[in-house]
């Protein structure tokens, strides 16, 4: 991976605009499966990953595609990728979040949950920036 290209598609992103590299790292070093995808020229244009058990769950996060490079099928084969990657085999439930992308979602078998009422979360601040040791 070419974390300074990550961290630069990632900072862009409205989930987590101004994110720096020690955060995206961390995130991966952190997470069961992460997924790059590059152009013929071997830059880096494409980014997912998954936190997962291996067993259970897993729940899609950081899925971003260059815009120069949307509209290719780039995102759909990234997330195709984690689906059917041999280690997460056993894993029956995924999960993901998005607010504007359930069409792209749908297209690989993702479906608005069954049961929107169970789900409950907790946010707490986010620590200053900087602050994140990778």
Known sequence: MDWDRVTEMLAQAFWCLGTEKEEVVKGAE???IVIGAFDESGR????ARAISDKVRFAYIIDVYVDEAHRRQGIGQAMIRCMLNHPSMADVY?????????HEVYK???FKVTSRPLDWMEIWK???PR???KA
Do not use: E, F
Request: glycine share 12%.
């Open 93 to 101: 439930q995924w999960l993901l979040i998005t607010r504007d992308a």
């Open 30 to 32: 952190n997470s069961a």
């Open 44 to 47: 880096q244009i494409g980014y």
């Open 130 to 132: 900087g602050t994140i």
């Open 107 to 109: 297209k690989v078998g």
């Open 125 to 127: 601040p986010r620590p």
